[in-house]
C-alpha cells in the first residue's frame, strides 16, 4: 500500500487530480484545508489517498489498453468504409455474384448478433465450418466461391470481434461511471460531521436515506458501519453498494412472525393516538384469523372505545358480517368478565379509545385495563401511522411504553412517500413489527410485518403486493 498527496482549491479538484493519476480505486485516507480563502488567494486544500502496488500496475495496464481502443476506433473506421464499398459492389454487381454478395452480408450480421447476444432467425448451414489456421490467400473453384468466401472473412475478422467485445465491455461500465462524475463535487457538499466523511460513490444512497425521513443521528451510524464493514472491491459497483447498504438496513429492523399454531389463546389490544386506524386495523385482524387463514379461529372482539361517535356502530357491522361475538366494556370491572366470557375463542382483539400521547389521564385508565387481571397475559399492539413524523413518534411510543408495548403496528404505509421516519423508531425502540397496514380494503389491505418489504418502501418507494 502506497500513500499519494495531491494539493487543490477544494477537495473535489484534489480527488479529481489523484483519480486521473490512479484511477477510480484511489481511497481517499483523510482530507483537510491547509490553506483558508481569502481575498488574495484561493483556499488550498491537500488530500491523501493510498493505492495497492498491484493496482498501479492494473493503471499502466489500464493506460496500455486506453492505447489499444484508439486502435480499434481506427479500424471500426475502416470496416465501416469497407462495408460501403461493398454495398456499392452490390448494386453494380453482375447478377451472378448477387449471390456471393448476400451471403457475404448474412454472414457479417450473424459476427454483429454474436457480439449483441441476439439470436438471428437465420438457418444454421448445413456444411460443417473449417477452422482456418493461416492466413493464406484462398483459392476457390467456382462451384466453391459463394460458402468458402464468407469461412475466409471470419478467419479474417476474428481479431476485430475480440476487440469488438471488449468495446461492449467497456461500454456496460458506462452507467457506473456517469454516476461517479454526477457526484465528483460530493465531497465539497458532503456530510461532515464528527470525523465522518461520505465518499462520493455513496452520494446515491445517502441521499435516498436522508430523504426518506430517517433521523441524521440513525443515519450517520449507518453509513460509518456501512463503509467499515464494505468490502473494498463492492465500492466499484453502484449497485453493489446498493445492494450492501440494503442488507444493513435488514439489520436494523425487527419483525415478529405470526404464530397461530402455540393453541394457547391470544389476547390481543390494540393501542395508539387518535386517527391512526385502529378499528380498522382490528377489523382487519378478525377477518384474517377467522377467514383468510388456512385454519378458521375462533375470533372474539371486546370494544373500550364509546367515548367515540360510530366506533361501536363500525365494529358492530364488521362483527356482523363476519358472525363473531362483541362485546362493549366501559370499566374495567367488566373488562374481566367480558374477557372470561369470550374463554373459548382462539383470538380475543380489544379495540381501545384513541388517546393523545398528552393525555395523561386516558393512558393510566388503559393501564388498569392491562393490569386487572395478573392472570390473564395480554399482548398489547402499539398503532402508529407511517406518515407522522420521527419526533412525534419517538413521543407516542414514550408515553405509550407504560403499557408495556410488545410489537408495533404500522399503518397508512399508501399514504407517504418517506419511510426514514419509520426505521429510526423501530430502530431507537427494538419492537418488532407485527403488521402493516397498505391500504384501506378490509380484510385484503393487511400483511404480515417484513424487513425486506419495509427496505423496498424505503429505498424503491411504495409498492402494494398481491396478497
Not at 405509550?400 to 426505521?423: A, H, M, P, Q, Y
Request: hydrophobic share 35%; glycine share 4%.
Amino acid at each position: 500500500m502506497k500513500l499519494f498527496t495531491y494539493n487543490g482549491e477544494t477537495p473535489a479538484e484534489a480527488l479529481r487530480v489523484a483519480q486521473q493519476k490512479h484511477g477510480e480505486e484511489a481511497l481517499v485516507v483523510s482530507t483537510k484545508e491547509i490553506r483558508k480563502r481569502s481575498l488574495t488567494q484561493p483556499a488550498l486544500y491537500e488530500i491523501v489517498i493510498a493505492v495497492d502496488d498491484e493496482k498501479v500496475q492494473l493503471k499502466k495496464e489500464e493506460e496500455s489498453l486506453s492505447q489499444k481502443s484508439n486502435k480499434v476506433a481506427e479500424r471500426l473506421e475502416e470496416i465501416a468504409q469497407k462495408e460501403r464499398e461493398r454495398r456499392k459492389t452490390l448494386l453494380q454487381a453482375p447478377q451472378g455474384k448477387l449471390d456471393d454478395v448476400s451471403l457475404q452480408l448474412s454472414d457479417a450480421v450473424r459476427q454483429i448478433s454474436k457480439i449483441a447476444n441476439v439470436s438471428t432467425a437465420q438457418p444454421p448451414k448445413k456444411e460443417p465450418q473449417r477452422v482456418m489456421h493461416e492466413a493464406t490467400p484462398a483459392v476457390s473453384s467456382p462451384s466453391s466461391g459463394a460458402s468458402s468466401h464468407p469461412r475466409v472473412m471470419e478467419s479474417a475478422s476474428r481479431e476485430d470481434v475480440k476487440e469488438l467485445k471488449l468495446i461492449k465491455s467497456e461500454i456496460d461500465k458506462l452507467n457506473d461511471k456517469i454516476k461517479l462524475i454526477q457526484n465528483m463535487f460530493w465531497e465539497e457538499k458532503g456530510p461532515k460531521r464528527e470525523g465522518l466523511i461520505i465518499p462520493h460513490e455513496f452520494a446515491e444512497i445517502y441521499r435516498i436515506a436522508k430523504s426518506s425521513g430517517m433521523h441524521r443521528d440513525h443515519l450517520d451510524k449507518i453509513m460509518q458501519l456501512t463503509l467499515e464493514l464494505m468490502p473494498v472491491k463492492m465500492r466499484e459497483n453502484s449497485i453493489l453498494i446498493k445492494r450492501y447498504f440494503r442488507e444493513v438496513l435488514r439489520k436494523m429492523v425487527y419483525c415478529r412472525q405470526e404464530n397461530l399454531e402455540s393453541g394457547a389463546r391470544k389476547i390481543v389490544m390494540l393501542v395508539g393516538p387518535t386517527g391512526v386506524g385502529k378499528t380498522t386495523t382490528l377489523a382487519k385482524l378478525a377477518a384474517r384469523y377467522s377467514r383468510m387463514m388456512s385454519k378458521n379461529y375462533k375470533v372474539g372482539i371486546i370494544t373500550l372505545d364509546t367515548y367515540r361517535i360510530g366506533a361501536v356502530d363500525q365494529l358492530m357491522f364488521y362483527a356482523k358480517k363476519m358472525k363473531l361475538s362483541i362485546d362493549t366494556v366501559v370499566d374495567p370491572t367488566e373488562f374481566v368478565g367480558a374477557i372470561n366470557s369470550l374463554k373459548y375463542c382462539d383470538y380475543i382483539l380489544i379495540d381501545t379509545v384513541g388517546s393523545s400521547q398528552h393525555d395523561k389521564q386516558k393512558i393510566d385508565m388503559l393501564r388498569s385495563y392491562v393490569n386487572s387481571d395478573p392472570h390473564c397475559s395480554i399482548d398489547v399492539s402499539l398503532v402508529v401511522s407511517s406518515t407522522t413524523k420521527y419526533e412525534d413518534l419517538r413521543d407516542i411510543y414514550h408515553t405509550f411504553s407504560v403499557l408495556n408495548v410488545d410489537t408495533l403496528i404500522l399503518t397508512k404505509l399508501d399514504e407517504t412517500r418517506g419511510f426514514g421516519n419509520v426505521f429510526s423508531l423501530i430502530h431507537e425502540t427494538k419492537k418488532p413489527v407485527s403488521y402493516l397496514s397498505i391500504g384501506q380494503e378490509v380484510p385484503t389491505d393487511l400483511i404480515v410485518g417484513t424487513s425486506e418489504y419495509l427496505v423496498d418502501c424505503l429505498l424503491d418507494g411504495f409498492k402494494k403486493v398481491d396478497r
